[in-house]
């Protein structure tokens, strides 16, 4: 499995300065947050999600998701990492031989 650089770098902050930081109260307060529905959502703030080098789209479009989710639940907890409660998802993904995807989302969660 490949992990970009700030992932790694994420991981790398998280273990020296302990598990607080990943609580899901963390660094969601540094975000303006606003109600969509029934989820509270960043109101500005998004994240990326990448992939590159596989075999189908599919399989590209699931490691984006996978990269978005691990990265947003090491900056603010598991209880934003959930794409499918994300809003504002926009996907570009481009491939023949292999396949890459880049992804955009606010991260969201529930009441």
Known sequence: MR???ATILMGMI???TGPALAQDTGLS?????VRVG??????????SGFS????SRKAA???AIRNWQDFTAAEYGGA???FNMAVGKSMNCSGGGSWG???EARPCRGR
């Open 29 to 33: 307060g540094l975000h303006a947050k």
């Open 14 to 16: 998280l273990t020296a």
């Open 101 to 103: 995807c880049s992804l």
């Open 61 to 63: 479009e699931i490691v």
């Open 38 to 47: 029934s989820k509270l959502c960043f109101a500005d703030h998004s994240h």
């Open 3 to 5: 992990f970009p650089v």
């Open 52 to 55: 590159s080098g596989e075999r």
């Open 80 to 82: 934003w990492a959930s």
